[in-house]
C-alpha cells in the first residue's frame, strides 16, 4: 500500500524523474506503472508549448531547402525562453499529428504511421494499411484523430478519407472512416458515410475532449463553420452547432479552454480576435481586443491568452497575455507556425497492455 500524499507528490513529477524512480525499489516500479497512478499523472502534469515552424534562409547557402522544425519551451510558464530540440529525439521522418495525451502520431512515406510518446520516447510503427477506395477514386484528402475511449479504457487512432472521382472530376459522395486499435495492434473499416455536403480540410490533427474528437469543418453551401465530433466509445458522428459569428468569422481554430472547446478568430467586422468557449451546449464570448501588426490566430494558451504570428517577414511567433493585455516575443522566426499545447505522459505505446484498468 502506498501513502496518499506520497502518490500525490510522485504524481505531481516529472516523466524524466519516474522513469529514474522507478529504479529505486519494485514498489516504486509497480506504482509508476500502475494504470491509476498514469491515469492521475496525466491529470496533474502542467501543460508545454511546442512550436512546429519552418526554418530560416540566410541566404548563405545556394542548395537551401526549407526545413520543418519542432521545438518545445521546457518552462510551463513561459518566463523562460529557452527550448528544447525535438527533431533528433523523433523515432521516423514525417509529419505530426497531435499531441493527444503525450502522444503524437508520425506521418511518413508510403502511409508509415509511427507513435510516438516524446517523454518516455518509445515508439510504435502500426500496421501497414491501404484504404480500399471506390472504383475510379483516389484518396484527396485525410483527416485524423486520435483519444480514448474511457468505455473500454483503449486508445484508437481514427482516420477519414476522402476520395476523389476521377471519372466525374468531382469529390466522391461518401467518405470511409477506419479505426486502428491500440490493445489488438490492428485496423479495421467503420462506415461509410456521406460527406458531400461539407468541405474537409486535410488535417492530421484533431481536438480532442472527454472521449471526443473534433474537427472543425464547413458546410458545402453556405460555407458556414460545423464542428464534427466523433464519440470514441460509440463510434458515431454528430455535429455540434458553432456560435452565430459565421458571416464575421475568419481563419478560426478549434482548441481547448480550460477542458471546453473554444474558437479563436478573428472577427473582420470589428478587426477584432476573439475566443469563444462553449460551456453546457451554450457558446459565450470570453474575449475579444483589437491587435495591430498580427495576421493569423494559431491557438489558445492555458491563463486565456492566445498565439499569433506577425505580418512582418520573417513571421515572429508572439503570445498576447490578456492579464498584462500586451504581446510576447517568444523569439521564433519562420514562414508560419503551428503551436500545440503538450502534456506529458506515462502511457505506453509499446505493445504492452495497461489500459485495462485505466
Keep these: 500500500m502506498y501513502g496518499d500524499a506520497m502518490v500525490e507528490i510522485l504524481s505531481s513529477l516529472s516523466v524524466k524523474n519516474l522513469l529514474r524512480f522507478k529504479c529505486v525499489c519494485k514498489s516504486w516500479y509497480s506504482l509508476i506503472e500502475n494504470p491509476s497512478f498514469i491515469s492521475k499523472h496525466l491529470k496533474n502534469v502542467s501543460t508545454r508549448l511546442i512550436v512546429v515552424y519552418m526554418d530560416e ?22 518566463a523562460d525562453l529557452s527550448v528544447q530540440d525535438l527533431d533528433h529525439q523523433q523515432p521516423a521522418t514525417g509529419v505530426l499529428g497531435g499531441p493527444y495525451d503525450g502522444i503524437y502520431c508520425i506521418f ?23 484504404p480500399t477506395c471506390p472504383r475510379n477514386t483516389k484518396v484527396y484528402k485525410t483527416s485524423v484523430g486520435f483519444g480514448l475511449d474511457p468505455k473500454r479504457n483503449n486508445y484508437k487512432l481514427i482516420m477519414i478519407y476522402t476520395f476523389w472521382d476521377e ?12 479505426i486502428y486499435n491500440l490493445r489488438t495492434n490492428s485496423w479495421r473499416d467503420l462506415v461509410c458515410f456521406k460527406t458531400i455536403h461539407y468541405c474537409i480540410p486535410h488535417s492530421h490533427g484533431c481536438t480532442y475532449l ?10 458545402e453551401d453556405s460555407k458556414h463553420k460545423i464542428i464534427i465530433s466523433f464519440d470514441m466509445a460509440n463510434e458515431v458522428f454528430q455535429e455540434v452547432q458553432c456560435p452565430d459569428i459565421a458571416s464575421s468569422a ?11 472547446l473554444s474558437l479563436l478568430f478573428l472577427n473582420t467586422t470589428k478587426n477584432h480576435y476573439e475566443i469563444w468557449v462553449l ?16 495576421e493569423e490566430p494559431l491557438g489558445v494558451w492555458k491563463n486565456g491568452g492566445f498565439f499569433v504570428q506577425s505580418d512582418s517577414r520573417p513571421r515572429r511567433l508572439l503570445l498576447y497575455d490578456p492579464n498584462t493585455q500586451k504581446m510576447r516575443d517568444l523569439g521564433l522566426r519562420s514562414f508560419w507556425f503551428s503551436v500545440y499545447n503538450f502534456k506529458e505522459s506515462l502511457i505506453p505505446v509499446k505493445g504492452v497492455d495497461i489500459f485495462s484498468d485505466i
Design 279 to 294: 460551456k453546457e451546449r451554450i457558446w459565450r464570448k470570453h474575449l475579444s481586443v483589437a491587435l495591430i501588426g498580427v
Design 108 to 130: 511518413g512515406l508510403r502511409d508509415r504511421i509511427t507513435l510516438w510518446n516524446v517523454a518516455t520516447r518509445d515508439s510504435r510503427t502500426l500496421p501497414n494499411y491501404g
Design 210 to 219: 472527454d472521449g471526443l474528437c473534433h474537427w472543425l469543418w464547413e458546410l
Design 250 to 260: 475568419y481563419m478560426e481554430t478549434l482548441d481547448l479552454y480550460h477542458d471546453s
Design 57 to 78: 534562409d540566410d541566404g548563405t547557402d545556394e542548395y537551401y531547402h526549407p526545413t520543418d522544425l519542432s521545438c518545445m519551451f521546457p518552462d510551463e510558464t513561459l
Design 167 to 178: 471519372r466525374t472530376t468531382e469529390l466522391h459522395e461518401f467518405s470511409l472512416c477506419t
